[in-house]
T-cell receptor, first 113, second 112 residues
Framework: EAQVTQNPRYLITVTGKKLTVTCSQNMNHEYMSWYRQDPGLGLRQIYYSMNVEVTDKGDVPEGYKVSRKEKRNFPLILESPSPNQTSLYFC????????????FGPGTRLTVL | LAKTTQPISMDSYEGQEVNITCSHNNIATNDYITWYQQFPSQGPRFIIQGYKTKVTNEVASLFIPADRKSSTLSLPRVSLSDTAVYYCLVGDFSGGYQKVTFGTGTKLQVIP
């Protein structure tokens, strides 16, 4: 089944403890992206990647890192999480950077205490 | 990306046609208009995309007037399962523009 998967789906952690949220797609998509969703603020883009080894900042990149070493994987790294990073995170992919349809993962609900 | 403005929320009864309008006064010549649907605790799902006039698929229709400063997503005969948040996006993705801005969307509540 063609899909975008994220792990973990739920995570509760403490301030300062490094964590990684994984994202993987099995559709051979070139473009991948991370979003966070907060009440009243809609979806905001954190980072995106046009292809392997090509990443760039979205609207809210502060406090996050990403890497794209393989086409299928696009992990989101929080080196020192803080409570204001408590949010619902979505990973998405599309066939090409110019494609209009993005496919979204199921989401990761992160709580930073 | 052109800024978009949508109503925050709408209510509709089952079986009615629902029209959600998105305003994008600063739309550029190469920009396309795309709509996504999001159910609670799920990622957004692509609904429809268009450039001008009218586009229709099995789920919805998209009406875009000649000046393209607004667009209307039309959902025919809504059911309870259409209760969701609907996002309008405007941008030129054809030339490799990769940044995406979703905005806050329109929360549609379908009432029995």
């Amino acid at each position: 089944e063609a899909q975008v998967t994220q792990n973990p789906r739920y995570l509760i952690t403490v301030t300062g403890k490094k964590l990684t949220v994984t994202c993987s797609q099995n559709m051979n998509h070139e473009y991948m992206s991370w979003y966070r969703q907060d009440p009243g603020l809609g979806l905001r883009q954190i980072y995106y990647s046009m292809n392997v080894e090509v990443t760039d900042k979205g609207d809210v990149p502060e406090g996050y890192k990403v890497s794209r070493k393989e086409k299928r994987n696009f992990p989101l790294i929080l080196e020192s999480p803080s409570p204001n990073q408590t949010s619902l995170y979505f990973c998405a992919s599309s066939l090409l950077a110019g494609e209009y349809e993005q496919f979204f993962g199921p989401g990761t609900r992160l709580t930073v205490l | 990306l052109a800024k978009t403005t949508q109503p925050i929320s709408m209510d509709s009864y089952e079986g009615q046609e629902v029209n959600i309008t998105c305003s994008h006064n600063n739309i550029a010549t190469n920009d396309y208009i795309t709509w996504y649907q999001q159910f609670p605790s799920q990622g957004p799902r692509f609904i429809i995309q268009g450039y001008k006039t009218k586009v229709t698929n099995e789920v919805a229709s998209l009406f875009i007037p000649a000046d393209r400063k607004s667009s209307t997503l039309s959902l025919p005969r809504v059911s309870l399962s259409d209760t969701a948040v609907y996002y309008c996006l405007v941008g030129d993705f054809s030339g490799g523009y990769q940044k995406v801005t979703f905005g806050t969307g329109t929360k549609l509540q379908v009432i029995p």
